[in-house]
């Protein structure tokens, strides 16, 4: 059997970094910048600050590399859980920063969901994505979070625990509830329906 999948080539880019090289610890940047940019996007409108974290994370990496765990799971939910708690400390130190809303933890991530380019094939389905789209906007901003790491970053629902700090039952009920609402949205369209269920479950 081949050890070609993309959770194995981290984890062995993992080890590397841990056995001091250099090199898998650029590869690592490589892979995950552009995926780290975009979700601190979703908790801070500081490009300069966000780039300053995620360097800050893999100084660190490199830094404390030899106290790493072997079992470190999923390298890339280690990552955007790093980068998250860094951008959340930056933002609690730098009253200047503008968020959204107020100070609580769950209010710092925030995103308008358009959902177009990954599910429409046909001009005729663009009402029913609109829908979805209205719907998910106006879910809670924790659970907004929990929808976007599952569909945009494609993480697992374990991975997504770790990212948030939270317990795995707890990611679980969200996306369950998310599932739930655009279960509400199309009850009599199966197929529609279950086009859905298979994004939201990768």
């Given at each position: 059997m081949s050890n070609s999948s993309p959770r194995y080539d981290e984890l062995?880019?993992?080890?590397d970094l841990r056995n001091g090289e250099e090199a898998a610890l650029a590869k690592l940047l490589r892979i995950y910048a552009k995926s780290l940019i975009s979700y601190g996007r979703k908790m801070v409108n500081d490009d300069a600050l966000i780039e300053d974290c995620i360097q800050e994370v893999f100084i660190?990496?490199?830094q404390y590399r030899q106290n790493l765990k072997i079992d470190v799971g999923s390298?890339?939910?280690?990552l955007f859980a790093a980068v998250r708690r860094r951008i959340i400390s930056e933002i609690k130190k730098n009253e200047t920063i503008s968020l959204d809303e107020h100070s609580s933890s769950e209010s710092y991530f925030d995103i308008?969901?358009?959902i177009e380019?990954?599910?429409?094939?046909d001009e005729t389905e663009l009402q029913r994505v609109r829908l979805i789209n209205e719907r998910l906007?106006?879910?809670p901003k924790r659970q907004k979070e929990v929808v976007y790491l599952k569909f945009y970053k494609e993480l697992s629902n374990q991975e997504i625990a770790e990212t948030m700090g939270v317990k795995y039952q707890s990611v679980s009920n969200l996306v369950?509830?998310?599932l739930t609402l655009l279960r509400t949205l199309f009850p009599?369209?199966?197929i529609w329906f279950g086009l859905l269920v298979w994004f939201f479950e990768w």
């Open positions: 062995m880019l993992w080890n660190q990496l490199w390298v890339k939910a280690y308008d969901f358009s380019e990954k599910i429409v094939k906007n106006h879910l369950h509830e998310a009599d369209d199966a």
